[in-house]
């Protein structure tokens, strides 16, 4: 009845997780419908409506670094709950903002609070992953897919039928919250991390006291590797979503109706390979399915840009899109797991670089087209993956160190 009981409780812990992960991704998916709207409502030209869009960044990264402490000092099920409830509502100021001067503040504090519940579900994503003793971020991070595709559907369903921007964002945003209450009682109990640890020895104890400075104004170096890690995977997904209907348009010559299939395709495999991920990360290993996701997306993008051939280029982003869809979530996991008590913290760091890959991305695609050529400059994500796929060994799983019992 016990053992009965914890699986249960396992379920109900992984729906909620799930939920929050699908939450996100609507939410997000919602708002880029709209932003042409946003755009359209407040005159802005296109210089300040990336104004407003880089608070919302700066917002997010900010964010980043407070929500790992406050994950690890309370744990993640208490921040996480109250993260996707004024997130998801945190959307609706700055669809009623009146100009430019609402919009950007309005914008960065809902970047803050999306990181909240950025880290503290992916926090409490590796103790599910933990409590069931097998791989599950892929499809955590699956969920979030879905969700984007839903929250974009809603949002040029509106968009469609004429709705105003707050009205839409009232409407989709304010029952998202109330569920995200109601799944929260779900959450595993939260586990604050325990600044000193009984079994911690005392000379440990004294080393940590005489270099508190040096501690906490690092990152740990195997941290920051993985973080570069995602940076790197972030770097193509961000290529992917601005430069594929470019590329097939303007150096294949696909109609624009048919260059959007492009990043459609991208999406569709991306989605399904997180979904199979956790199945291979279980049977492979972290280790090999990293190693041979980076080798499957160099090569799908790799042999898209040598050859040039429309029909090619929509097979080879699909596997573009296979091989990275596996990569960041292993990630985040190695992440969450390098020190459990310290999972937020490890976890914002790695989101931090990773999210920072995904806006510089297409920037840095951007500024090398003009002095390479596009295809020349979307060999970077090529070169990309191929060292995420030569870093794959820096995500082997940690041996743990028994703790003694009281």
């Known amino acids: 009845m016990r053992a009965e009981s914890r699986e249960a409780a396992a379920r109900r812990a992984r729906l909620s997780v799930c939920y929050s992960f699908a939450l996100l991704g609507v939410v997000l998916g919602v708002w880029a419908a709209r932003i042409p709207a946003v755009k359209a409502d407040l005159g802005l030209s296109d210089g300040q409506l990336s104004i407003a869009l880089f608070a919302l960044a700066a917002g997010l990264v900010a964010g980043m670094q407070v929500a790992g402490r406050l994950t690890d000092r309370l744990g993640s099920a208490r921040v996480m709950v109250p993260a996707g409830v004024v997130m998801a509502l945190g959307v609706i100021p700055p669809a009623f903002a009146p100009d430019l001067g609402w919009l950007i503040p309005a914008l960065a504090l809902w970047g803050a609070l999306n990181a909240c519940l950025d880290v503290s579900m992916n ?24 969700g984007g595709l839903i ?45 000193a640890r009984k079994a911690a020895s005392a000379a440990e104890s004294a080393a940590e006291s005489a270099e508190p400075r040096r501690r906490r104004a690092l990152w740990p170096a195997a941290v920051v590797f993985m973080g ?67 080798l499957v997306a160099a090569l799908g993008l790799g042999v898209t840009l040598l050859v040039g051939d429309l029909a090619v280029a929509l097979v080879g982003f699909g596997l573009f899109g296979l091989g990275l869809s596996t990569m960041v979530p292993q990630v985040f996991s190695a992440a969450g797991n390098h020190d459990p008590a310290r999972a937020g913290e490890a976890i914002a760091q790695v989101a931090t670089l990773g999210y920072s890959g995904l806006m510089l991305g297409p920037v840095i695609i951007g500024g090398a087209a003009e002095l390479t050529g596009l295809p020349v400059a979307l060999g970077i994500p090529v070169v990309l993956c191929v060292f995420m796929s030569a870093s794959a060994v820096s995500l082997r799983p940690r041996p743990r160190v028994p703790v003694p019992q009281d």
């Open 123 to 146: 926090a409490h994503a590796v103790e599910v992953e933990r409590l069931y003793g097998r791989p599950l971020m892929s499809s955590f991070h699956g969920m979030f897919s879905v």
């Open 228 to 294: 570069v890690m995602a940076f790197s995977g972030s770097v193509g997904e961000g290529a992917a979503v601005d430069w594929t209907a470019v590329y097939l348009h303007g150096d294949l010559g696909a109609s624009q109706a048919l260059a959007g299939i492009g990043y459609a395709v991208f999406s569709a495999c991306m989605t399904i390979g997180r979904f199979a991920g956790d199945r291979l990360a279980q049977r492979f290993g972290p280790v090999a399915l990293v190693r041979w996701s980076g």
């Open 151 to 195: 929250g974009a559907g809603l949002g040029a369903l509106t968009a469609w039928l004429d709705v105003s921007i707050g009205l839409t964002m009232v409407m989709v945003n304010v029952p998202l919250a109330a569920v995200a209450v109601l799944v929260g009682r779900w959450l595993l109990p939260s586990q604050p991390a325990q600044p």
